[in-house]
C-alpha cells in the first residue's frame, strides 16, 4: 500500500526567506506525486506534479520540488517566500495505473512580516 | 471552465437529519472523487466513481454514508442520521481517465453536525 508522510506539522518562517516542505513517500513501484497547497477556507490546488523525466519538476508560484527515489522524497522548495504563501500544503501519492491518491498529513505554513 | 462546482458551500444541521451534499465534475472528466478532512484524520478519501460506476468505497464510514453518480455531471454524498462526528469539509474531486491525471478539487462543504 502506497503511504506519505510529511514530518513537519508547522512550519514558520520570515518574508523573504527561503522555504522547503518534507515528503516521503512509499510505494513499490515509480510514483506519481503531487503537491497540492489549501488556503483557508478553499479547496486544494495544484501546485505541481511529477509523473517521469527530469526529476526538478517547477510549478506555478514559483514553487519547485525534486524527486529522489533514493530517498524517496519529493520535497518542496521555494526560494523566497511571500506572505500570501501561508497555507497548508500537502503532498500526494498515487499509483501509476490507478485512480487512487494517498495524502500526507499536511503542513502548515505560517510566514512572519 | 467553472470548476468543479459544491453545493451548498456551508451546512448547518442538527444530530439525526438527513444532510445531502453535490458536486458537479468537471466537463469531460470522467472520475470523480468524494473526500473528508477533519483536524484528526487529515484527508480521507471516502469513495470514487469511474463512468458514473462507483468503484472503491473501501473510505465510506459506515452505513449513513451514501453517494450516488446518477450521470456524468452530477453526484451526491449523503448522510442520514447525521452526526456531530460527521462534522467535517468534505470535497469533491474529479479527473480525466488519460492515465495518472492531475485531480481538481471543488471549494469544499463545510458541515456541521450539532
Known amino acids: 500500500a502506497q503511504s506519505v508522510t510529511q514530518p513537519d506539522i508547522h512550519i514558520t518562517v520570515s518574508e523573504g526567506a527561503s522555504l522547503e516542505l518534507r515528503c516521503n513517500y512509499s510505494?513499490?513501484?515509480?510514483?506519481?506525486l503531487f503537491w497540492y497547497v489549501q488556503s483557508p477556507g478553499q479547496g486544494l490546488q495544484l501546485l505541481l506534479k511529477?509523473?517521469?523525466?527530469?526529476?526538478l519538476v517547477q510549478g506555478i508560484k514559483g514553487f519547485e520540488a525534486e524527486f529522489k527515489r533514493s530517498q524517496s522524497s519529493f520535497n518542496l522548495r521555494k526560494p523566497s517566500v511571500h506572505w500570501s504563501d501561508a497555507a497548508e500544503y500537502f503532498c500526494?501519492?498515487?499509483?501509476?495505473?490507478?485512480?487512487?491518491?494517498?495524502f500526507g498529513g499536511g503542513t502548515r505554513l505560517m510566514v512572519k512580516p | 471552465d467553472a470548476g468543479v462546482i459544491q453545493s451548498p458551500r456551508h451546512e448547518v444541521t442538527e444530530m439525526g437529519q438527513e444532510v445531502t451534499l453535490r458536486c458537479k465534475p468537471i466537463?469531460?472528466?470522467?472520475?470523480l472523487f468524494w473526500y473528508r478532512q477533519t483536524m484528526m484524520r487529515g484527508l480521507e478519501l471516502l469513495i470514487y466513481?469511474?463512468?458514473?460506476?462507483?468503484?472503491?468505497d473501501s473510505g465510506m464510514p459506515e452505513d449513513r454514508f451514501s453517494a450516488k453518480m446518477p450521470n456524468a455531471s452530477f453526484s451526491t454524498l449523503k448522510i442520514q442520521p447525521s452526526e456531530p462526528r460527521d462534522s467535517a469539509v468534505y470535497f469533491c474531486?474529479?479527473?480525466?481517465?488519460?492515465?495518472?491525471?492531475?485531480?481538481?478539487f471543488g471549494p469544499g462543504t463545510r458541515l456541521l453536525v450539532l
Open positions: 466513481f469511474n463512468n458514473n460506476v462507483p468503484i472503491d
Open positions: 511529477y509523473f517521469s523525466g527530469d526529476t
Open positions: 466537463s469531460g472528466h470522467n472520475s
Open positions: 474531486a474529479s479527473r480525466t481517465n488519460l492515465g495518472q491525471e492531475t485531480q481538481y
Open positions: 510505494y513499490g513501484a515509480t510514483p506519481y
Open positions: 500526494a501519492v498515487g499509483a501509476a495505473a490507478g485512480n487512487m491518491l494517498t
